[in-house]
């Protein structure tokens, strides 16, 4: 029987699964719905990672089958968050000296580089997370959307967003990036007061964060660059910090890797490397998260 190793990027939208052979070939790819206990409580998380082993397991590879695990779990931040998923992984039925549970944010740097370095994800929210030689890892950012996650699609759009409320206030310059979210915040058409009720009433994280579209794909548009550069000013201050957290610790030979919706953005992409590139070489990670995990389980033998 040929030893398997499994990989899994456990997220709030959607997880992804991954076995390779150990050779580095890839015999397995699974997608299924989120598994993150935070976004989705207990019961669905639990019910979505079941069904995926369970369709893992239709294609010949049993949880006993596998060498070892590794799963990166969104909102895996305390010891309490890893009992909790440790607790649903053993009753999937992994054994817990073969699985290692870490936060989703590692698995991109370990798919695209090897240690020391610096993952910067930006997506709906934002992390930097750096991982030493020895594979240890510590964090800037990704605590909440409101206050933290600088550089984030969500921090972008109330930008944006903000912009638009003091122009219907009648405290800005018009501009035609105001046009793209006029039609977003009302399809149909309305007036000044529609839009600011409709405005007022955006609560949800990823609603609001969907109105950074507009920031990225607005190429030309003067308003959209100061926002997308200040964006980018953020992650490279947080990746610049970990830099030097690493260095102190005498890490060398260190690198940046890009990850997450954002950086899909060509416009937003080279701004970014224009300014870490700066800091330490660069590489945009282009593949699964979720093979990151499959190389760390390779790693652990």
Same mark, same amino acid.
């Given at each position: 029987?040929?030893?398997?190793? $499994?990989?899994?990027?456990?997220?709030?939208?959607?997880?992804?699964?991954?076995?390779?052979?150990?050779?580095?070939?890839?015999? $397995?790819?699974?997608?299924?719905?989120?598994?993150?206990?935070?976004?989705?409580?207990?019961?669905?998380?639990?019910?979505?990672?079941?069904?995926?082993?369970?369709?893992?397991?239709?294609?010949?590879?049993?949880?006993?089958?596998?060498?070892?695990?590794?799963?990166?779990?969104?909102?895996?931040?305390?010891?309490?968050?890893?009992?909790?998923?440790?607790?649903?992984?053993?009753?999937?039925?992994?054994?817990?000296?073969?699985?290692?549970?870490?936060?989703?944010? *590692? $698995?991109?740097?370990?798919?695209?580089?090897?240690?020391?370095?610096?993952?910067?994800?930006?997506?709906?929210?934002?992390?930097?997370?750096?991982?030493?030689?020895? =594979?240890?890892?510590?964090?800037?950012?990704?605590?909440?959307?409101?206050?933290?996650?600088?550089?984030?699609?969500?921090?972008?759009?109330?930008?944006?967003?903000?912009?638009?409320?003091?122009?219907?206030?009648?405290?800005?310059?018009?501009?035609?990036?105001?046009?793209?979210? /006029?039609?977003?915040? *009302?399809?149909?058409? =309305?007036?000044?007061?529609?839009?600011?009720?409709?405005?007022?009433?955006?609560?949800?994280?990823?609603?609001?964060?969907?109105?950074?579209?507009?920031?990225?794909?607005?190429? /030309?548009?003067?308003?959209?660059?100061?926002?997308?550069?200040?964006?980018?000013?953020? $992650?490279? *201050?947080?990746?610049?910090?970990?830099?030097?957290?690493?260095?102190?610790?005498?890490?060398?030979?260190?690198?940046?890797?890009?990850?997450? =919706?954002?950086?899909?953005?060509?416009?937003?992409?080279?701004?970014?490397?224009?300014?870490?590139?700066?800091?330490?070489?660069?590489?945009?990670?282009?593949?699964?998260?979720?093979?990151?995990?499959?190389?760390?389980?390779?790693?652990?033998?």
């Amino acid at each position: 029987m040929s030893k398997f190793y $499994l990989g899994v990027d456990g997220g709030g939208s959607k997880t992804e699964l991954c076995v390779s052979d150990g050779n580095g070939k890839t015999v $397995l790819t699974l997608n299924g719905g989120p598994t993150s206990f935070k976004s989705v409580g207990n019961a669905a998380a639990f019910a979505n990672m079941r069904e995926l082993v369970r369709q893992m397991e239709r294609s010949g590879i049993r949880a006993e089958h596998i060498q070892r695990s590794v799963w990166g779990m969104s909102g895996c931040d305390t010891p309490g968050d890893r009992v909790v998923y440790e607790a649903m992984i053993q009753q999937a039925g992994f054994l817990a000296e073969k699985t290692r549970v870490v936060n989703d944010a *590692l $698995l991109p740097f370990w798919a695209a580089a090897d240690v020391p370095g610096v993952v910067v994800i930006a997506g709906t929210g934002s992390i930097v997370v750096g991982i030493d030689s020895q =594979g240890d890892a510590q964090r800037i950012g990704g605590w909440n959307y409101s206050f933290s996650d600088l550089g984030s699609g969500y921090w972008m759009s109330c930008r944006l967003l903000r912009e638009m409320t003091l122009w219907l206030d009648g405290c800005r310059e018009d501009c035609f990036t105001f046009r793209a979210v /006029e039609k977003k915040l *009302l399809p149909q058409g =309305g007036g000044r007061e529609e839009m600011l009720y409709r405005l007022s009433n955006l609560t949800k994280g990823d609603e609001i964060a969907s109105y950074a579209s507009i920031v990225l794909e607005t190429a /030309e548009s003067p308003l959209c660059k100061k926002l997308r550069q200040s964006a980018v000013d953020s $992650l490279t *201050l947080y990746a610049g910090r970990m830099l030097e957290n690493l260095r102190e610790k005498g890490e060398k030979d260190l690198k940046i890797v890009l990850s997450g =919706g954002l950086f899909k953005s060509d416009c937003f992409r080279a701004q970014a490397l224009e300014a870490m590139e700066k800091l330490a070489p660069v590489v945009v990670n282009t593949v699964s998260p979720a093979l990151g995990g499959v190389r760390i389980a390779e790693k652990l033998g």
